[in-house]
């Protein structure tokens, strides 16, 4: 498979996966995974590929001279980072890019310029979507200058209509009755003795009777009292006896 040239190319959004390796990945072959010939981020001419033709061990990197993978950090069994570097010397490297692979998918990181142009071009699109609404709301009339329209006036101004109430359909009535029925199961109803009641009942009802009755003593000595007021002779009078009268003759 040819190489491929990151310049031409933006593998920033896009992924890669083999599905066949991924239940089998580990720190020891996790570099063979990434050097598939159908992965587009590995290139087909860094050290790694040489070394695997000449069946050497990853050590001859340090001696070699050019473009190589390593397995930066790895974190079992879902996180692996890859870095592709350029080795100058045995002690002198260049990171070029790095590569995560999570659950078996791989990645490319963005690098830091891609980042901040992401988040600046973000905002601008945020502040200019802020700037087309705003202008969307100006209204100008010769007359009247410019003044401001917006939503919300017409949504006050237009007459809320009153959401009519849907009946409950057959479903949902079983459904709360057979809700009714087991929760009444489950805590039955406690019955008192009414007998008990009744009985209490009429003696409060019988004591308030007695209390509102007067005693019988009570009410023979108010029947006999008005018999003797009528039966006492009355007073004297205060007047004099008329005077009599001389007869002519």
């Known amino acids: 498979m040819a190489s491929v040239d990151l310049r031409d190319n933006n593998l920033l959004g ?31 001419t860094c050290n790694n590929e040489v070394v695997k033709m000449q069946r ?35 002690t002198q490297v260049i990171p070029l890019s790095d590569y995560y692979i999570i659950a078996g998918v791989v990645y490319q990181a963005p690098d830091l310029g ?5 988040r600046v071009l ?3 699109h945020g502040v200019q979507s802020a ?19 917006f939503k919300d006036q017409e949504e006050r101004a237009k ?9 409950s359909s ?20 406690t019955f008192y003795q009414v007998a008990c009641l009744i ?15 007067p005693p019988v003593e009570l009410v023979k000595q108010e029947e006999r009292e008005p018999a003797t007021k009528t039966s006492a002779p009355a007073p004297p009078s205060s007047k004099p006896p008329p005077e009599k009268r001389a007869r002519l003759q």
């Open 170 to 189: 057959l479903f949902q009535r079983q459904r709360v009755d057979t809700l009714l029925l087991d929760l009444r199961s489950k805590f039955p109803p």
């Open 131 to 149: 700037f087309d609404e705003a202008m969307s709301y100006c209204r100008y009339h010769p007359s009247k200058g410019y003044w401001w329209h």
């Open 199 to 213: 009985y209490c009942i009429d003696s409060v009802v019988v004591e308030v009777k007695k209390e509102s009755e």
């Open 56 to 90: 050497l061990t990853l050590e001859h990197l340090n001696q070699m001279v050019g473009v190589e993978y390593i397995l930066l950090h790895a974190q079992e069994p879902i996180l692996y980072i890859i870095r592709k570097q350029q080795r100058q010397s045995p």
């Open 114 to 118: 891609t980042v901040i142009g992401s």
């Open 14 to 44: 896009i992924s890669w996966v083999d599905s066949g390796w991924v239940p089998i990945l580990n720190p020891g072959n996790v570099l063979d995974y990434f050097s598939e010939r159908s992965n587009p981020f590995y290139d087909r």
């Open 159 to 167: 007459p809320k209509s009153k959401k009519k109430e849907e009946p």
């Open 122 to 124: 973000s905002a601008v």
